[in-house]
């Protein structure tokens, strides 16, 4: 008899251990939509932690000043790199799940389109990026 009290109290507790843990992946998941504004001469703006992606892109695009283009990140990365000897000329940026690899082809953008000595110019991730 003692067994099946302890054996039901076991059961209740990894239940609402996994309610809890289910919870907590849907609030941190919740919280997860990016953006990223570019634009010329150097000018971004960026949003992380959103609720909503649409929230994300309009605080992105606000703070952008200039003719901007928004891409959105979600769980990943995003980054912009400009060409240090024209600012106002070559610019690349890009989204990947990793900053490594978000800085990585940011730069290799920048270079394909003529840039000659291209910087990361700002990057952002999101919730786990």
Same mark, same amino acid.
């Given at each position: ?10 059961? *209740? &507790? &990894?239940?609402? /251990?996994?309610?809890? %843990?289910?919870?907590?992946?849907? $609030? ?42 928004? %891409? ?7 980054? *912009?790199? %400009? ?15 990793? $900053?490594?690899?978000? /800085? ?14 291209? %910087? $990361? ?9």
């Amino acid at each position: 008899m003692a067994s099946n009290v302890v054996a039901r109290r076991c059961a *209740m &507790f &990894f239940f609402a /251990l996994s309610v809890c %843990v289910s919870g907590a992946r849907y $609030i941190t998941e919740a919280h997860a939509a990016g953006a990223f504004a570019v634009g010329k001469c150097g000018a971004y703006g960026q949003a992380y932690d959103y609720n909503a992606e649409h929230e994300a892109r309009a605080a992105a695009q606000k703070q952008c000043k200039g003719e901007c283009t928004t %891409v959105t990140m979600k769980r990943a990365c995003a980054a *912009m790199s %400009v060409d240090m000897t024209n600012p106002c000329g070559a610019y690349g940026y890009a989204v990947k799940p990793n $900053i490594s690899a978000t /800085l990585n082809a940011a730069t290799r953008e920048c270079y394909k389109y003529g840039g000659k000595e291209c %910087v $990361i110019r700002a990057w952002a991730c999101d919730a786990k990026g």
